[in-house]
């Protein structure tokens, strides 16, 4: 059994990818998700969704939003999203 994380902005797409397990920042703490895990839903707060795709480390910036937790299935909703190589620093 695999999961599936989908990071969405208004804008467009961010992730569409198998992984292993995410972890994210929701409202009340960041909460884990492997495979199986049980159905929720929950508000998140602006941070970094972490998740683990073929074995390497991977993460992006969001400004909050909600997440749908399935057991095969993440999918996060979130306003702005940012890949690290999508965001540009102005000093």
Known sequence: MGLRLSI???ARPIVDADVEQVVAPGSEGE?????????????LKPGVV???EAGRPR????????AEVT?????????????PE???VRL
Do not use: K
Not at 59 to 66: D, E, K, L, P, V
């Open 8 to 10: 969405v902005t208004p």
């Open 71 to 83: 057991q095969e299935r993440v999918t996060v909703l979130a306003p702005v999203a940012e890949l």
């Open 86 to 88: 999508q965001i540009e």
């Open 50 to 52: 972490r998740w683990i």
């Open 31 to 43: 909460f884990g998700v492997l495979p199986g895990h049980a159905a929720m839903l929950a508000e």
């Open 59 to 66: 993460r992006a910036a969001i400004s909050g939003g909600f």
